[in-house]
């Protein structure tokens, strides 16, 4: 497991893996992932102004090392467990 603030995002990791985005008061507000994690935030990630109007500079990136194979089931796994706000899945259930 690896923690970036969202300002070093240089510092994310560039392997496959599920990350969740921690705001204010350690609430998860965001998960995704990504084949290489690295390269999806740093090309500019979609979410990424939405973020930073929740929380500002103050939010985190916790990413968690796991196969490509594994991917969807590990993200809908940590949808279904944090119910993040950001998330449009969980947005379209409320």
Not at 48 to 71: D, F, H, M, N, R
Request: aromatic share 8%; hydrophobic share 35%; net charge positive.
């Amino acid at each position: 497991m690896n923690c970036v603030s969202i300002c070093d995002l240089k510092s994310l990791p560039k392997h496959s893996g599920i990350y969740k985005v921690v705001g204010i008061n350690e609430e998860v507000i965001y998960v995704g992932q990504a084949k290489n994690i690295y390269k999806r935030w740093n090309n500019g990630h979609h979410k990424l102004p939405e973020i930073l109007a929740e929380c500002g500079e103050k939010a985190s990136i916790v990413t968690v090392k796991v196969p490509e194979w594994l991917l969807n089931r590990s993200e809908n796994a940590a949808i279904e467990f944090y119910r993040p706000k950001l998330n449009q899945k969980q947005a379209s259930l409320v």
